[in-house]
């Protein structure tokens, strides 16, 4: 779990704020997925990123949310607008590429308040 | 539609016995399932993967089975322990569908010493 870096790990917003979490994923992986935690819930996909290419952004909600994953730098999950719904774990995983990709490896997760 | 459904209740079991986790999925080709932990306010943690064309996987106390035409898999902790108690997540990963990972709800393991 160390090798995946999120930041922050707790984050409250106001309604109407924006919320910026940020991933680093493990060393040699260039693949980054995100999801989100309700308590008491499964993990939801909402995003699958390579470096500069959104390959299934399928679970992403229409609106206010984003993500990206530059060339250089961290994978960023940008969410506008925050409503209270918003407020979730939202955990980020990295792997390699190809068939060895086949297991993902998590980071601690970012917990969002919004207040 | 897709579903992956692990148990339903919460497993309590007395230390040293097996616990026996399930996960079902529905809708699903599978080509690899994993099993990972999670604990309260962490990530998950990978434990086993098993691949499509293999019935079992063995790891120290684990041990996962995978039965493609029930759709289901097992998951075993052998002489359970209390530092064993966490949530058990299983996960499947399909080869055409953009190969996104697809997580159950997980199942909450308490082993009473």
Redesign the interface.
């Given at each position: 779990n160390a090798g995946v870096m999120q930041n922050p790990r707790h984050l409250v917003r106001r309604r109407g704020q924006e919320a910026r979490l940020r991933c680093s994923p493990m060393k040699g992986h260039s693949h980054v997925y995100w999801y989100r935690q309700l308590p008491e819930e499964g993990l939801k996909f909402m995003v699958y990123l390579q470096k500069e290419n959104i390959i299934d952004e399928s679970g992403m909600p229409k609106e206010r949310f984003s993500a990206e994953f530059p060339k250089e730098g961290p994978s960023i999950l940008r969410i506008q607008q925050v409503v209270r719904g918003d407020s979730a774990a939202y955990f980020c995983a990295s792997s390699r590429p190809g068939s060895s990709g086949n297991t993902i490896y998590f980071g601690e997760g970012s917990w969002l308040t919004v207040v | 539609s897709q579903k992956?459904e692990q148990n339903s209740e919460a497993l309590n079991i007395q230390e040293g016995k097996t616990a026996t986790l399930t996960c079902n999925y529905t809708n699903y080709s599978p080509?690899?399932l994993?099993w990972?932990r999670q604990d309260p306010?962490?990530?998950?943690?990978?434990l086993l993967?098993i691949r499509e064309n293999e019935k079992e996987k063995r790891k120290e106390r684990l041990k996962v089975t995978f039965d493609t035409t029930l759709k289901q898999s097992l998951f075993h902790i052998t002489a359970s322990q209390p530092a064993d108690s966490a949530t058990y997540?299983c996960?499947l990963?399909e080869t055409n569908t953009?190969?996104?990972?697809?997580?159950?709800?997980?199942t909450s393991l308490t082993v009473i010493p």
């Open positions: - | 992956i080509a690899y994993q990972y306010g962490r990530g998950p943690v990978f993967l997540l996960a990963r953009g190969n996104q990972f697809y997580f159950g709800t997980g």
